[in-house]
């Protein structure tokens, strides 16, 4: 099971920390991403980390905005967003990929939370 939280509405150049809490070990994943997804529009992806090396990819929207981190002893994903932007407003989930998912498509996903509002006015 996937719990995010942290999600709220922002002004514009504000700050948030989203977290995804895990059930089990984040670790059995080769991937743990975040996606969000606007009305109207697709799910897109916005970070990705390799659960056991470390390296993260990120969205050319958001590289050098958010950072994506993983906490093992508390089995918990983040995701820092700084200098937020109206077109950040999304619902923002989180998920477990395959070892595609560097790539930060929906389909090399497979497990999703509920997923945690963020709105940037």
């Known amino acids: 099971q996937l719990v995010e939280s942290g999600g709220a509405s922002v002004q514009a150049g504000g700050s948030l920390t989203l977290s995804c809490a895990a059930s089990?070990?984040?670790?059995?994943?080769?991937?743990m991403g975040w996606f969000r997804q606007a009305p109207g529009k697709e799910r897109e992806g916005v970070a990705t980390?390799?659960?056991?090396?470390?390296?993260?990819y990120y969205a050319a929207s958001v590289r050098g905005r958010f950072s994506i981190s993983q906490d093992n002893a508390k089995n918990t994903l983040y995701l820092q967003m700084s200098n937020l932007k109206p077109e950040d407003t999304a619902m923002h989930y989180c998920?477990?990929?395959?070892?595609?998912?560097?790539?930060?498509?929906?389909?090399?996903?497979?497990?999703w939370g509920q997923g945690t509002q963020v709105t940037v006015s």
């Open positions: 980390i390799h659960t056991r090396g470390g390296d993260s």
């Open positions: 998920a477990t990929g395959g070892p595609g998912g560097w790539r930060l498509r929906n389909a090399d996903f497979g497990y």
């Open positions: 089990g070990n984040i670790n059995r994943a080769y991937y």
